[in-house]
């Protein structure tokens, strides 16, 4: 079965950087593209990023673009999640999830299975 | 400010139905099939439980039904049992330059 296990959140102070990543189990993670999406405390959910099965194709919102990069490493099932110039507000649980789209360039747009989430906390 | 906008709570008792709605404009919801629905319960991560509009993954009990008129989604649970007591989020890809909006969510609560 589908196992997505999100690791490397923690405490970061306002303008530090912070590396999450997302290791896939159970099905080929080298055909589908995958997500991140964030809930902050409280909260609801927030969509980050998707990056394409192959890695060619990468969609931000509007709200990282340009502070945080979404990449993966095919040969060790794992998706990452660069984060950068991190701010209070970008506080949250951020959980990785799957695509539905096979080979395709184009996401789904739909996020299926999920992690079980990383929280990161943005304090001085 | 959600910018897909869904009731706060909504509730219903065991064996009813109830309808969660979600309503966005013409550049998401009322233009894309690409609407999406997920059930989070406390604690837990959120589990997608219907995509395209009107498809259930597999596993996901055909007490759960999407549909879209216009700019508004809804998902229709028919005949409520406990276990669905839960937060629902909805989702939809939009043509704005963040791609993906969510709802606030709706609190189901099963009387």
């Known amino acids: 079965q589908v196992q997505l296990v999100e690791s490397g959140g923690g405490v970061v102070q306002p303008g530090g950087s912070l590396r999450l990543s997302c290791a896939a189990y159970?099905?080929?993670?080298?055909?589908?593209?995958m997500h991140w999406v964030r809930q902050a405390p409280g909260k609801g959910l927030d969509w980050v990023a998707v990056?394409?099965?192959?890695?060619?194709?990468?969609y931000y919102a509007d709200s990282v673009k340009g502070r945080f990069s979404i990449s993966r490493d095919n040969s060790k099932n794992t998706l990452y999640l660069q984060m950068g110039g991190l701010k209070p507000e970008d506080t949250a649980v951020y959980y990785c999830?799957?695509?539905?789209?096979?080979?395709?360039?184009?996401?789904?747009?739909?996020?299926?299975?999920w992690g079980q989430g990383t929280l990161v906390t943005v304090s001085s | 400010q959600s910018a897909l906008t869904q009731p706060p709570s909504v509730s219903g008792s065991p064996g009813h139905s109830v309808t969660i709605s979600c309503t966005g404009t013409?550049?998401?919801?009322?233009?894309?099939?690409?609407v999406s629905w997920y059930k989070q319960s406390p604690g837990a991560a959120p589990k997608l439980i219907i995509y395209e509009v009107t498809y259930r993954p597999s596993g996901v009990p055909d007490r759960f039904s999407g549909s879209k008129s216009g700019n508004t989604a809804s998902l229709t649970f028919s005949g409520l049992q406990a276990e669905d007591e839960a937060d629902y989020y909805c989702s939809s890809y939009s043509s704005s330059s963040t791609y993906v909006l969510f709802g606030g969510g709706t609190k189901l609560t099963v009387l």
């Open positions: 013409s550049s998401d919801v009322g233009g894309y099939n690409r």
């Open positions: 990056i394409s099965f192959d890695g060619s194709k990468e």
């Open positions: 159970g099905f080929t993670f080298s055909n589908y593209g």
């Open positions: 999830a799957k695509d539905s789209s096979d080979l395709q360039v184009v996401p789904s747009w739909w996020f299926g299975p």
